[in-house]
């Protein structure tokens, strides 16, 4: 018997297709070989042509995607530049358009524009939704509503991204936590674009100012505007097709920082009721206690994410049930802390917002923490604790509608 797999199967047709579906890149290495042992083989020729033609419409399909990649990143720096071009205040339009300028061009490039028509003009009416809601939202700097209501629109936003990159998919597991796996790649991703951008722009500025140009107010004006939008986009762009949707650099940082963020929280705990700090009456200290909640929370995410506790040491796991642990007491305490100044001060946008958020999480982490203690002690599957994950993502982004849209009406934009 040969040492080709693909010549052994030559007669196992589903065999060549799982092969094939198994490693595509090794069954290609593997096809060259049976076709230098069998060259008359009809079946070898077959699965050659047929290779041929898929690199050929993938190498176009990069082609076309990286021209719409550079378009839209064009396109949405131009948008970035509005308070120059229409002589509009800053402040006010970064915090309103911001969200809505980097992620419309990374929606656009996960739509199906051959197979999405309903779909696809509901994405259209949400961008649109988005955008009018921002731009009709009263001017009133002094508005704790419509602060919180501009903070929720980036959740908003990547709800309606989600959408886009799970296609018609959405009702499966699998898909929302590749969407979810996606969002941590992208954001490490543009993390690492912009500390290149950042090199670059220092490198330029340096070069050019030896020879007596000062090109400083240009590179801020256009050059780094239109890096800081198109980032995202790019990320997005190198996940897909440079890295094959194959990274896993949020998982290997989560299973890094876990351990760590573990210690810090048991002693940040400790330390907190040594010293007698609290946060019913301190509004700092509960800000942060809320983003240790989320950083923790993303954290868990996405080290279960393409992870299998099944395969890992029993003590990574118990560390990591620790930090989820630990994470619920900073969450009941941050929680029992809001509702005491529901009691003392009375109802606020903030402090609606505030423990909608902190509820949500809250369960979330409930029904995570019991999933992850049923894996490791009962021998339940990952799959579990996936679609414990990807079953709560619809509440959230119908929270981030409530809190952008609702919200501000009720309080009357206050």
Not at 167 to 190: C, D, P, S, V
Not at 262 to 291: C, H, M, S, W
Not at 306 to 335: E, Q, R
């Amino acid at each position: 018997m040969s040492d080709n797999s693909i010549i052994n199967s030559l007669d196992n047709h589903a065999e060549l297709e799982s092969l094939y579906q198994k490693d595509r890149a090794a069954f290609s290495v593997t096809l060259s070989e049976a076709i230098e042992l069998k060259p008359e083989s009809e079946t070898l020729k077959t699965w050659q042509a047929r290779l041929k033609h898929n690199i050929n419409n993938s190498v176009s399909r990069k082609e076309n995607k990286l021209f719409f990649v550079i378009a839209t990143a064009l396109l949405a720096g131009v948008f970035a530049k509005f308070p120059v071009i229409f002589s509009l205040a800053e402040d006010w339009f970064y915090p309103r358009f911001l969200p809505i300028i980097l992620v419309t061009p990374i929606l656009l490039y996960f739509v199906d524009f051959k197979n999405g028509g309903l779909r696809n003009r509901l994405l259209l009416a949400g961008v649109t939704f988005c955008t009018l809601i921002s731009w009709q939202m009263p001017e009133n700097t002094n508005s704790d509503s419509i602060v919180m209501s501009q903070i929720h629109m980036p959740l908003l936003m990547l709800s309606l991204l989600g959408i886009a990159f799970v296609g018609a998919n959405w009702r499966q597991t699998t898909k929302r936590i590749e969407y979810l796996g996606y969002l941590g790649e992208a954001f490490i991703l543009t993390v690492l674009i912009g500390l290149g951008g950042a090199v670059l722009t220092g490198i330029s500025i340096g070069l050019f100012d030896l020879i007596g140009i000062d090109i400083s107010q240009f590179y801020m004006d256009y050059v780094i505007i239109f890096g800081l939008v198109a980032a995202p986009t790019v990320a997005s762009y190198v996940y897909d097709f440079i890295l094959n949707r194959k990274s896993n650099f949020a998982n290997t940082l989560s299973s890094i920082f876990i351990p760590l963020f573990f210690i810090t929280i048991a002693a940040y705990l400790v330390a907190t009721v040594y010293q007698g700090k609290t946060p019913y009456n301190d509004r700092e200290f509960l800000i942060i206690f809320n983003g240790l909640l989320l950083v923790t929370w993303a954290m868990s995410v996405f080290y279960i994410i393409g992870h299998n506790p099944l395969k890992d040491s029993k003590l990574m796991n118990v560390v990591h049930i620790g930090l989820l642990t630990s994470t619920l007491i900073v969450n009941g305490i941050a929680l029992s802390a809001i509702l005491y100044r529901w009691a003392e001060l009375g109802t606020t946008p903030n402090r609606v917002a505030v423990t909608g958020a902190n509820i949500l999480i809250f369960i979330h982490l409930i029904r995570i923490t019991y999933q992850c203690i049923q894996n490791n002690f009962l021998g339940n599957t990952q799959q579990s604790i996936e679609s414990t994950i990807a079953s709560f993502l619809p509440i959230y982004s119908l929270w981030s509608v409530m809190v952008v849209v609702v919200l501000p009406i009720a309080f009357n934009f206050s």
